[in-house]
Structures are given as C-alpha cells and as structure tokens.
C-alpha cells in the first residue's frame, strides 16, 4: 500500500508537527490518502544505536532506493558534539540506559560506544535519504508575494570594511588532488610515518568504474599563521570577528578547524593553561562555551575564567550569537553555520552584531578558499551596486550535486587528524598509489567520492529544468580545481546526450558565476545554479535570503534515482531560538510553509504511485490555498499578540477547506469539506481568540531533545473549537 512517510525530527519543525500533522491526517483520509510517520529526531537515533527504539532511519534509507518511496523530510538537528551531550543527557535524565560520549576513546568498548554516536553525529540523515539530485526553486505564488510584499536588504555604509578573509593556499582547495576510477575497486588509506611506521586511516573503501575520488588537506600550521593574521587585521582595523563554519555538516573537519580558531584567538590563555584544560576534557573544539561551563570543576577554574574575560576584553572585538547572553562567535561551534549567517550579514548592510548588541563591519573568516571567493563576489556586488530590491531581481533556482553522499559532505568517515609527520596515500587494491600528500602533525587529511550515476542524473536534472523555465543553466565549476577538472569532463560528455538545442548552458567558476547571476538578477532574469553539494547548502540559502527574506520557503524536491520522491521542507537554522521563545512565552514564530510547499508535490506523487486521482485535487487545492495564505499575510509574525505558527496552520485548514469545497474536480471531496470549511469560517473568530488567548506564559514541553508528546500535543493544539471541528470531520 503507498503511503506518504512524514518525518518527526527536531526543534521548532517537530514542534509544528504536533500542530499542522493532525491537519494533513484529517484531510489526507477524505481522499484515501495513507499517512505514515517515522522519527528521525537526533533522540530517535541516538537510541536506535543502542537498540532502544526503531532504526526509523535506516528504514527510510532502503525505502528511498525503491519506486515507492514518497518521504516528506523536515528540517533535523545535524548533531554538534555539544549538541549531542545534551541529548545524551537528557535521555540519561529521562531514564534511558544509555553511555555516556566517550571524549578520548581507549578501550574496544569505549571506541564502540564512539563509533555508535558518530553515526548520530553531523548530516547523519541527509546522505542515506538523499538518493537523489536536489532541484531547489522559490515557488511562483512565494516570488510574487516577495514582490509584493518587499523585505528590505540594508545599504552598505560607504567606505564599509567588511570583507571576507580566506587562505587561497595550503588549505583544502589548493591541496586538493583528483582522479576518475578505471575500473571497480576496493581501496584503502594509509599514512606513512616519517618514523617508518605504517598506520591504516581507512581500509574496505569501495569505489566503481567512472566514479570521482578525491584527496586533499589543510596544513595546519599554515592554518593557525593564517588565524593568527586575521584576528590582527580585524583588531587593526577596529571591525568585529567572525568565523563562518558548517560544523554541523562537515563534522570532522569544521570543528576542527573552529578550535583552532578559538585557541588562535584566545593564544595566551591555551600557552598558560591548555595543559589544565586539555586534562579536564574540555576542548576548543567544542567551543567557548563548552569550556567556560566546565571549569568550575578545575581547582583553578575561577583563574582560567578571568584568563578568558582579559583575552575577551584585549582581543580584536568578536562578533555575538546573543549579546544579551553573553554568547559569542566562538562559543559553539554549530552556531554560525556559514550558508545562513553570510547572506543575513549581506541583508543588514554588511554588519553583524557585537557585544553591546550594537552593529558593525565585520572580517568574516572563512578558512578554506573552495567556496569563500563566492561570498566576497556578493559582497563587491551590493557595495557596488547597492542592495538587491527583492520586489524586482530575478530568482537563482538550485540543481544541486548531492545523491549518494556526493564530494564534501560525504567525507566524514574519510577525514582525519594526522597523528605523526608523513605521507598519506590512497591506494588501489593492487597497490597503486593514486593519491598522496606529505603532511604534517596535526593536519586535517580528507578523501571524497562522487560516483558517476549521480553526476548523470544531476546533468539530466539541469538540462529538464532549463528546457523546462527558458533559464540560463550555469554550471559552478572551477577549472583550476582538481575536483572540478574531472567534473567538468564529465559534464562535457553527458550534455550531448541531451536535447540542449537553443537552450544556454554554461560552466563558469563559483565566484564569476556568482558575478554572472546577480547581474541578471538586477535586470529580473532568472538563472539557474547547477552545483555541488556544498554550494547547493550554500546557494539555497544565499538567493532565498536576499530574494526572499528567508530560506524557509523554497520548494525542495529530491527526484530519486530509483523512481521514488523526497520532499524537504526548508532550512532549520533558527530552530533552536523558536524554541527557546515557545518555552518561555507559548509563541512558536516557525513559519510552515516549507511544509506547505512540499506536501503538494508528495500529493500529487501519491497521485501517480497509488492511481488516486483525488491526491491530485487535494494537491491543486492546498496549492490554491497556500497563495491565498501568502495573499493574506498569514504567516506567524514575530511578536506576542500576532498570529503565530499555530493560528497560521489554521488559516491554511480554513482556505484548504474552502477549496476543496469550491473546487468541481472531485464532487465527493466538496461535499465532504463543505461542513468542515463553513464550520472554520463561522468559528474564526473563537478560534484565533483560543489560539491568542495562550500566549505570553511559559509553556511545557516535557524536553528539548525528547519533547512529551501529550504536553507537546496540549500546548501546540490550544484551540478547544478546532480540535472539536477537526475531530468531528
């Protein structure tokens, strides 16, 4: 039997579950629609790793290599180390007989117990949903509203300092080294020490015919003199600090390098007292904050704190996460994730925001240079040209290079921090040595794959999507990159078996084509990016933020490969600051379109895989309804006394309703919704008031990592009447 799966994950998007689920069930079951959930929460699969509840993931990930598969994802938290203690905690709080994370793992147990968690860790999710190639595009009802409903994209103030700071040599895209495999392979990874020892990082390592496998490293003394110089220059031309990561995705390296941020900045401290602090376990890696919350338990702790407060105080002016609370740059390392927080800088003039919480220029450091020249081309552009009216610019769709744990993002188990001086190299089984780099003590060694399949499919993909849209096809790539040269020999040979006739397809570098694409967008032409995994987080973010004021409301399919669907709902990045408004003052500011967006093209998938023409009218329905949603400005507001994520789900049942009544497709349908959407319409007004009346108390969840369902359920469905109506129906 077909179903459409819908993901409970995490944060403020599990949150919204409890509320707009009901009303999808409700709805779905008028039309014979079967709706089937699955947790995918980091607590869910923290406890499948230790047999304590269903492996709902690995059960996704067989399905999304069928026809059948129909999977609507919502935004899930990809672990941090800090972000996983917590849940481990709570879980242990909750009663859960679980160990704890083993820091520095010595035993076979421990190093298990390791290896159970860093499956928790990081995309976790992505790489074994995600068997398919990304087409990510602003719907046309949310680009019209854009228009008309224009945010405003702050001016650059003149003479404005704010650039990007990025290595351009010794780091990950000037080291990288690439080849394209002859044949089918097993290959593994070893580091030759200069001590003539012989360490295997990584054997069993599984590669086919035609598939793209990469090496590269960052050297790390060049990274920490690099650090070093950009802290002196932020301090030297009085702008704030920031360093811009995505250690939630690359959750190897990024934390990695963020430590090494945290002890550049803080450099006298880790000289006097990293001995003390390295023996308590407590690791920049993890964050400033990490450390400041472990050092009461140090005999000394108080001495170390005022060690920090000075280095605070002297160093170059940080960046804050949270002024109020004192939470900088450098607290956690999942805070700044970098395709959200460059383009918000982009918005608000080129500033962000200090300790006072007043604005400023600001050094965005972004250590490796693979993608950084991207972010500086935005940032030449606005301070040219000025800031983008989003009431008139063209829109940049994505076709992203993702499926099968594609380039970067599927490296996780191929990084590492070399533990001696010498050689890595990658070999083949026979004993070839395809890749090798001389490398130092501490530097961060990585291997990639790209298998060919998926490069087909993504080429497939851009060609269907321009032929479709009239757009231009750009193709990020970077002929100069390693990487990118066996990619573009590819996209060379794919195209022609294409129709491309009188369609624009080209490949230009990230940065000219990020020049290319904002140049049109300022004529109102559209442009779509053909990229990578990265720059696809990246661009998905970048272009919505700037056209849309947001990326929550990109329509996000994932053809797969197999035939099947996944729909994703949009970026969870403010999820945690939702949560934390609910709990202190019953106020969910989550926007749903996302969901919205995705469960039309779920529909009308059901529709095709289940031979169930009435999926079809429900899709056309909810679709209708979501523009006259975005008309009547019914997503959640930002303040107490406004509509929040709550009262807008129930705008959006009230015109669903109502166009499912209206609508002369499906005459069974529309007398079934006929009471439900005059019932809705009568009760508005008792409704909102149920829906307001709650706000401003403190509201409980039961968990952050691991809500209560039947408070969860109590405080997301406050409305006795539209319970009682929805119950009824």
């Not at 170390?304 to 390392?333: C, M, Q, W």
């Not at 945690?576 to 500011?589: D, F, I």
């Amino acid at each position: 039997m077909s179903s459409i799966i819908y993901t409970h994950t995490d944060e403020a998007p599990l949150l919204a579950t409890f509320s707009f689920l009901p009303i999808v069930e409700a709805y779905a079951a008028k039309a014979g629609v079967n709706i089937e959930t699955r947790d995918i929460s980091v607590a869910s699969r923290i406890l499948a790793q230790f047999g304590l509840a269903d492996d709902a993931l690995a059960e996704l990930g067989d399905l999304a290599k069928t026809p059948e598969a129909n999977i609507i994802k919502l935004p899930n938290i990809s672990a941090s180390i800090p972000q996983l203690k917590a849940a481990i905690k709570e879980l242990q709080e909750k009663g859960f007989d679980i160990p704890n994370y083993p820091e520095s793992p010595s035993t076979d147990e421990e190093k298990e117990i390791r290896a159970k968690y860093d499956k928790v860790k990081g995309s976790a999710v992505n790489p074994v949903l995600r068997e398919g190639n990304s087409d990510r595009r602003a719907p046309a009802s949310v680009k019209n509203y854009a228009k008309s409903h224009p945010h405003t994209n702050k001016p650059f103030a003149e003479g404005s300092k704010t650039a990007v700071a990025t290595m351009g040599a010794h780091d990950f895209a000037s080291n990288e080294k690439s080849v394209t495999m002859p044949a089918d392979d097993t290959l593994s990874i070893v580091l030759e020490t200069s001590g003539g020892d012989t360490i295997v990082l990584k054997e069993g390592l599984q590669v086919l015919e035609g598939e793209i496998v990469d090496g590269t490293k960052m050297e790390v003394a060049h990274l920490q003199a690099f650090l070093h110089n950009a802290i002196a220059k932020a301090k030297a031309d009085d702008v704030l600090l920031s360093v811009h990561l995505k250690a939630t995705m690359m959750k190897v390296s990024d934390p990695i390098i963020f430590g090494h941020a945290v002890k550049a900045y803080f450099a006298d401290v880790f000289k006097q007292y990293g001995d003390d602090l390295a023996a308590a376990g407590l690791s920049a890696n993890d964050g400033l904050g990490g450390i400041l919350s472990g050092l009461d338990a140090l005999p000394n702790g108080a001495e170390i704190k005022a060690a920090f407060e000075e280095g605070l105080a002297n160093g170059a002016r940080l960046s804050y996460v949270n002024s109020d609370k004192g939470i900088t740059n450098l607290h956690v390392p999942s805070d700044v994730i970098i395709d959200a927080s460059i383009p918000a800088l982009v918005r608000n003039g080129g500033r962000l925001w200090g300790a006072d919480g007043s604005e400023d220029d600001t050094l965005a450091v972004i250590p490796d240079s693979s993608y950084a020249g991207v972010y500086q081309a935005v940032l030449d552009d606005v301070k040219a040209n000025g800031p983008l009216d989003p009431a008139t610019i063209g829109t940049v769709p994505n076709v992203g290079l993702m499926a099968q744990a594609a380039e970067e993002y599927g490296s996780h188990d191929k990084t590492f921090e070399i533990p001696a001086n010498g050689t890595v190299r990658v070999l083949s089984s026979a004993g070839d040595v395809l890749i090798e780099h001389d490398v130092e003590t501490g530097d961060i060694w990585r291997a990639c794959q790209t298998k060919d399949v998926p490069i087909q499919d993504w080429v497939k993909l851009a060609v269907g999507r321009a032929r479709a849209t009239g757009s231009p096809a750009i193709f990020w790539l970077n002929e100069t990159r390693a990487h990118d040269v066996e990619l573009i020999k590819k996209v060379n040979a794919y195209l022609p078996e294409h129709d491309t006739e009188g369609l624009e397809i080209k490949i230009l570098a990230p940065a000219l084509a990020t020049s290319y694409s904002l140049a049109r967008m300022r004529k109102g032409e559209d442009t779509i990016s053909v990229t990578g995994n990265v720059l696809r987080d990246y661009n998905t973010d970048l272009f919505p933020i700037l056209e849309l004021g947001t990326s929550a409301k990109m329509l996000s399919v994932v053809p797969l490969i197999a035939g099947g669907g996944l729909f994703e709902t949009g970026a969870g990045g403010s999820a945690p600051k939702h949560v934390q408004q609910l709990v202190e003052e019953n106020y969910l500011r989550w926007d749903s379109l996302g969901e919205f967006f995705a469960l039309v093209p779920s529909l009308e998938k059901y529709a095709d895989q289940a031979d169930a023409p009435a999926a079809k009218v429900l899709a056309d329905a909810l679709d209708r309804a979501t523009g006259t949603f975005l008309n009547e400005n019914r997503s959640p507001g930002r303040k107490l006394g406004t509509t929040d994520n709550r009262g807008s789900h129930f705008y959006l049942a009230l015109y669903w309703a109502e166009e499912l009544a209206q609508q002369s497709d499906d005459a069974a349908l529309a007398e079934a919704f006929a009471p439900l959407a005059k019932t809705l319409r009568e009760k508005e007004s008792t409704i909102a008031e149920e829906l307001l009346a709650v706000q401003g108390k403190p509201a409980d969840i039961g968990g952050y990592y691991a809500v209560d369902d039947e408070k969860t359920s109590a405080v997301m469905r406050p409305s006795k009447t539209f319970n009682e109506a929805l119950a009824a129906f």
